[in-house]
């Protein structure tokens, strides 16, 4: 049975819908040596390359849909390759073969937190679309006069460059003088979104951290730049959040699960031999 080029390569792990559709739009993939136009149905035998490179073709009773957890620190970059050389979310990731790592949405450089990651590129694609209304939650700490009356106007709503925008939920968290803490929710994952509400009424974030990602909330004691395999369960309510059918097998085997300690062990180690190769490239 055909299907659509983009939707195989995506649920293959070539990157998500969105990417994978502007590739094919401008004819940087080709199916059996021609080149391939949007929506074109393929079948699992199609030879299938792209920018040259042939790539695997999966059936779906073939393909087992991971998803990680990552605590991003500030500093790091959500791309792929830096031309300065500088860290990114992708290089303490854990190889996969014959497939590729998709990022669920981006984390600003100076914004930290958790940041999800997946096999698949419709689910990737489904998760970040704004027609689902999938909840971010952030811890941020805000610089300036906040009163009840900007609160207020930040929940109705406010005009933004890109459009109406404003926070579902705002909690006060603490802080001292001129420096408060807020818990904030989202429903859209619009660039710089938070920092830019808060912006609009006069006040400066000088610190953002995501802290959940609809019920997928970043473990306490996860090291910065460290990550962590989501178990079946947490990864079929992802999937029937966006309408995508269960999993019905896991990368992770339940026998054999990390304790916590030891994966944030070894996420801390990751991060130490990191940090002293980061050291000898400067003293270069």
């Not at 994978?20 to 199916?31: D, F, N, Q, T, W």
């Not at 990602?213 to 395999?229: A, D, F, H, T, V």
Request: glycine fraction near 10%.
């Amino acid at each position: 049975m055909s299907e659509k080029l983009q939707k195989v390569l995506a649920r293959s792990g070539h990157g998500s819908r969105r990417e994978l559709e502007a590739k094919i739009a401008a004819g940087r993939v080709s199916v059996n040596g021609q080149v391939a136009t949007l929506g074109e149905r393929i079948d699992t035998d199609a030879k299938v390359r792209i920018d040259g490179h042939e790539v695997a073709i999966k059936p779906p009773e073939d393909v087992v849909c991971r998803v990680l957890m990552y605590h991003k620190p500030e500093g790091e970059l959500c791309t792929r390759k830096d031309p300065e050389g500088r860290p990114t979310v992708y290089d303490s990731l854990p190889r996969v073969q014959g497939s590729r790592w998709v990022a669920v949405g981006r984390l600003d450089v100076n914004t930290s937190g958790l940041l999800l990651f997946t096999t698949d590129g419709e689910l990737a694609n489904r998760l970040m679309h704004p027609g689902h209304q999938i909840e971010r939650e952030y811890a941020v700490r805000v610089f300036g006069e906040v009163d009840d009356a900007m609160l207020r106007k930040l929940k109705k709503g406010v005009q933004l460059e890109d459009g109406p925008a404003s926070f579902k939920e705002i909690k006060r968290g603490g802080g001292e003088g001129m420096n408060q803490w807020y818990r904030v929710v989202l429903t859209e994952g619009r660039n710089r979104e938070v920092r830019r509400l808060w912006e609009s009424q006069g006040a400066t974030v000088s610190r953002l951290m995501r802290v959940r990602y609809g019920n997928i909330k970043l473990e306490q004691g996860l090291p910065q730049s460290g990550w962590g395999e989501l178990s079946l369960e947490q990864i079929n309510y992802l999937r029937e959040m966006v309408g995508l059918s269960p999993e019905d097998r896991s990368f992770v085997d339940p026998r054999r699960k990390e304790t916590r300690q030891k994966r944030y062990a070894r996420a801390r180690r990751s991060q130490a031999k990191r940090l002293q190769e980061s050291k000898q490239r400067t003293r270069k």
